[in-house]
């Protein structure tokens, strides 16, 4: 981006509440079913049915609420927006217009090490539609309804964003945020967090905005990243090339890079949003936020602010083990179990990690259990094998069923620790290799290295390196 | 015309092919057609009975009601329908009372109430004299009559063909042509299917509400029409209140006329909604009322309306019976019928 102009970004995302049911019918929500097998008929909205609120869905979003320290409408009211669309079957959704459940918010997030406060302007409750296929049916499209009532929280945010790189920080602590929250269970692929970005430039220090652009529907971090990036620059080069950039909905093509126009403001739908008389206005007293306060997880936040001090990690250990609650569950059941928290936070920030990622896994299906990684920690802490044996170990952990325990007797990894025995092989090396003897004696520490290496090859590397050492300057030098 | 939109259902009972029916009242659709067949018609407090599976035209104004020959039958089907429905989010959650039990309660110190703006000149005089003979007759049961003051009511009707025609125009939605329902033959389009399978299968009025539904719902006018009829709903509503703080019940007509010939007002649409002037005040407040025959005009039924503080039914039901008790009129049944 030329100096010159500053981008302006707000995101609406779509967070699919993971409740059992749908938001306004007993049909269950579950993904991947048979086409129309989960929709009855509400769902179907057929002539006489009515919908009924799904007391969990309001629940999760004032979960949600809380845990932004949003203001929570203790009186908000669901709205018909009126559309036609076949995957539509009432001809409306159901939303909430005027009055949202969930108020002004706001999320920190952190770029290249900068702390800033995204705004949250509201959060509302919604039904999903249905999805319509237009393979497969020969010049017809087939509708399917299994996720028409499906509850979705729709989330936006003030235009507080100034570069891709901060709306992915923006969308990434949210996804993190909502799957500590346990409302929703981010599955971009199956559509349960997706996101649309209200993009636009204009000239650094000018106050008001430029005239914006909404792409629909970008349903992966990378894509949210490249797809601002694409539109803040043809947002540019339109100005620069003397036009002026319209009011639209643009769809991101993630095949051709590119953004295109999907409809103008002139051919935007006019909702004509009315409160649904069908439903009550749903009312949230004290007492119920209160008692949705007291079931809240420890938030990411306060969580890395925990692990630094109880386990006296550092700020970048303490982020990374935050970054979703099962990693910081597992790894403070490692800490406890071990007794070893630094020594838990270096090898989960280091191999375990590293193991997981080269495997394309998450946490939750790591081959080493908590406890399995624990029991080898143990042995390290008690010097019964070296950090450099341990690594062969933990191999072994990941490609088998043994414990450490199991695995260091079973290979005869245990350190050597009867001083009698490396004694002899200190003296025993001390002879054979007169050279370094000498260099090391004339001052040269480095020669030192070659000794150690030597003494820990006599004794197949069972022998504990720190220990090799005092013993052997301990000999020369006397 | 036996009046509408429950006329079918009125008209079964009139010529005695069903004892009591179902019938559901937007904006009198129970009491309107029970007033011109000479039967009796219960529109319950909004709430009272459930919507489930009825076909929502307005869901605000909808509610579900008995029809029958007497109060005492209608009491007995009311029995059955009233009640609290999870399926139903606009049911109340309230006991429902025993409705055979209170019809014969005493009437004695009855304070009856008669909105002046319900005998104003638009009211037949042969009517007025009808109405008029029936509150006597209460009066000699011991009723106490009092006029009272209802000055919000001549801006129900406007009020009410802007909510029920906004509510309208978004509940028929669903009758587009792609799930069920009339579907146009061989559409070019997705457009085509839903203008032509609207456009060929509702008729006049109905495409009519859905015009000045969509119109008072638009961007621009929502304000000034949906907004403000919501605005003046809430003023009946408090004339209402503030009525039935006074007395115990309001009487009055429910038609303006008898019945009248078919296709004698279907040319001027507001002379037709202006029919209603009695009736939809009712269902904007949400209040019960009940339809009773009270005596004929050339052969014609006329209809007195009892309208009554929110989940009086039971009173509404007694109140009738024992007018039932001491006339006729609902023994009788219009020309053509016998």
Known sequence: MSSQWEAVIGLEIHTQLSTKSKIFSGAATAYGAEPNTQACAVDLGLPGVLPVLNKDAVRKAVTFGLAIDAEIAPHSVFARKNYFYPDLPKGYQISQFELPIVGKGHLDIEVDGVEKRIGITRAHLEEDAGKSLHEDFHGLTGIDLNRAGTPLLEIVSEPDMRSAKEAVAYMRKLHELVRYLEICDGNMQEGSFRCDANVSVRP???????????????????????????????????????????????????????????????????????????????????????????????????????????????????????????????????????????????????????????????????????????????????????????????????????????????????????????????????????????????????????????????????????????????KLKG | MPGGSSGGSAVAVAARLAPAVTGTDTGGSIRQPAALCGITGLKPTYGRVSRYGMIAYASSLDQGGPMARSA?????????????????????????????????????????????????????????????????????????????????????????????????????????????????????????????????????????????????????????????????????????????????????????????????????PVQMYLEDIYTIAINLAGLPALSISAGFIAGLPVGLQVIGNYFSEAKLLNIGHRYQQVTDWHLKVPKGFE
């Open chain 1, 204 to 474: 650094k220090g000018q106050q008001e905005f430029g005239t914006r652009a909404e792409i629909k529907n970008i349903n992966s971090f990378r894509f949210v990243e490249k797809a601002i990036n694409h539109e803040i620059e043809r947002q540019i080069d339109v100005i620069e090339g003397g036009g002026k950039v319209v009011q639209e909905t643009r769809l991101y093509d993630a095949n051709k890079d590119e953004t295109r126009s999907m409809r103008s403001k002139e051919e935007a739908n006019d909702y004509r949003y009315f409160p649904d008389p069908d439903l009550l206005p749903v009312l949230i007293e004290d007492a119920l936020k209160e008692e949705i306060r007291a079931t809240l997880p420890e938030l990411p936040a306060a969580k890395k602010q925990r692990f630094i001090s109880q386990y006296g990690l550092d700020g970048e250990s303490a982020t990374t083990l935050t970054s979703s609650r099962e990693l910081a569950d597992y790894y403070e059941k490692v800490a406890a179990e071990s007794g070893e928290a630094k020594l838990a936070a270096n090898w989960m920030t280091g191999d375990v990690l590293g193991a997981l990622n080269k495997a394309g896994l998450e946490i939750a299906v790591c081959p080493v259990d908590a406890d399995r990684l624990a029991g080898l920690l143990k042995r390290i802490a008690d010097n019964t094998i070296s950090g450099k044996t341990a690594k062969q170990v933990f191999d072994k952990l990941w490609n088998g069923n043994a414990t450490a325990d199991e695995i260091i007797e079973q290979e005869g990894l245990k350190q050597i620790t009867d001083t009698g025995a490396i004694e002899a092989i200190v003296d025993k090396v001390i002879a054979a290799n007169p050279v370094p003897v000498e260099q090391y004696l004339a001052g040269k520490d480095k020669a030192l290295m070659a000794l150690v290496g030597q003494i820990m090859k006599e004794t197949q590397g069972k022998a504990n390196p720190g220990e090799v050492n005092k013993m052997l300057v301990a």
């Open chain 2, 72 to 268: 005492e039958d209608a009491a007995l089907l009311m029995q059955v329908m009233a009640g609290f429905d999870t399926k139903d989010s606009t049911s109340v959650d309230q006991p429902v009372p025993d409705y055979s039990a209170s019809l014969n309660d005493d009437l004695t110190g009855l304070k009856i109430g008669l909105p002046k703006q319900f005998f104003s000149s638009e009211l037949d005089s042969q009517m007025a004299a009808a109405i008029q003979s029936a509150v006597s007759e209460y009066q000699k049961l011991g009723a106490t009559i009092h006029e009272v003051d209802m000055p919000n009511l001549e801006l129900a009707i406007p009020a009410y063909y802007v909510i029920a025609s906004a509510e309208c125009s978004s509940n028929l939605s669903r009758y587009d042509g792609v799930r069920f329902g009339y579907r146009c033959q061989n559409p070019a389009d997705l457009t085509d299917l839903y203008t032509r399978s609207r456009g060929e299968a509702f008729g006049a009025e109905v495409k009519r509400r859905i015009l000045t539904g969509t119109y008072a719902l638009s961007a621009g006018y929502y304000d000034a029409y949906y907004l403000k009829a919501q605005q003046v709903r809430r003023l009946i509503s408090d004339d209402f209140k503030r009525a039935l703080s006074e007395v115990d019940v309001l009487m009055g007509p429910v038609t303006p006329n008898p019945a009248f010939k078919i296709g004698e007002k279907t040319s001027d």
